[in-house]
């Protein structure tokens, strides 16, 4: 039934996935919104979704056909998915064909019929798929626009909200965009050989809403739109950091140069070219925390659960009992077929399911891969560290640089300034050797040690030098001119010092 209490402002919520925190809560009762957008951008089913989740309410739902497709024909293409309940179909929703009244009396008998079911039918929810028609039979512009005015005042009398299907219309606004309290345009552009679509809410009177565009996806689950990360408020407020429980990273040389470990409820990255050991280092950290107890998460893109636990154990981290008792939980996505908000959700779920302490995110170019719009990735990213850190979550994450040699490399777009926490992980070459060296270039709020250190990858897993002496003489010797750095855009260079064991984990 219609809210006709006069309750100020009550809101109709969707059901659909995500689009109540686009609009803070839901559509208002009694308001008039335009659903508009090009063919196949799923009008229809966001539509028929917020009508059978209102009809799984107990209440009533008017839903009127004019020339759009047959009612037989609407019900076939909706009964897929899991809203769909057919005992619904007039009981609760009722179909109405406006195609005789339109016919036979244009807007004034299609008018009449309206007034009447609703009066009748008293529904919460009414939805008239489409508009076009009844525009092209009106007589006038004058005319269409008083037959809108008038279908307006009925519905916010009668308490019911109306959903008007539109499509979009190029160059000016039309008459249901002036007359409409809310516009939720639906669209779709290709992304590469993806296809992204975005909705846009232009217009909602009577409430905030979250402005600009929100990616959704039509999947066999329904609709469910995916709220812009940086557009939604955090869960949680953020505490400062309690520096007398640091993150150890379980590495005695590294967590040395960190006086203990990097702070808790911080995010640190992990820099390095392909192959310097950010995977190991990231998987040490989350070692370590298993081994105090907590629950940890690895989520990355390039490794499969079953070959990064079996990486891990060729270098020592006995990683598969956690996961067997259900400390430790293995992502793997992949990055080319989904995009970022969607993966940010699956992320954020899975950390508060899990209850997890410690995170690992391998690797950021995984979600620079999965932007719809390269220009967000900066902010999106400054707002995900921002919702870990609410978590008091120890982060780490691997950000590939390019093979630099001495030379540091720090990622040009600006994510390094959303961590609290950098460690750089490079190569050198001298004479015919490779070396690896470690350096820490910032940790916010807490001492470390500065000077670069030298590590090796063992099937002991990782393990920095205590001081900074075989560092310090390689990068003399290289300063004097007896070195060689690899060039940029090479391929990385072979061990011929130290080789890793067979399946020792290096990511290389």
Known sequence: MGNTTGEKNPRLRTGVGGLDAVLHGGLLRGAIYLVTGGPGTGKTVLCSQLAFHRAARGESVLYVTTFSESHGRLLSNLESFPFFDRSFVQSRITLLSGVSALEEGGLERFQSMLSQAVRTHRPSLLVIDSMAAISELATSPFAYRKFLRELGALFTLLGCTAL??????????SFEEFIADGILELGQHAVGMRQARELVIHKFRGSSHLEGRHLFDITPSGLTVHPRRESLPLTQEQVPPTLSHKSRFGVPGLDDMLEGGVPPASVTALMGAPGSGKTLLGLHLLAEGLNAGQNCLYFGFYETPSRLIAKAEGVGLRLREHVEA??????????????????????????????????????????????AHPERITTFFTALSSELRALRLTTAVSMETSISGAKLDIPPVGLSSSVENILFLRYVELRSQLHRLISILKVRESGYDPSIREFHITSRGLEVARTFESAEEVLDQMTQGKAGAPTRGSSPPRMSHRPPPEDSGEDA
């Open 164 to 173: 008007l299907i539109s499509s979009k219309q190029q160059g000016t606004g």
């Open 326 to 371: 259900g400390r430790l939980e293995v992502q793997w996505h992949q990055p080319t077929e989904q995009f970022l908000d969607p993966l940010a959700e699956q992320l954020l779920e899975a950390l508060h399911r899990h209850k997890a302490q410690r995170l690992f995110l391998d690797g950021i170019d995984g979600l620079m891969q999965a932007v």
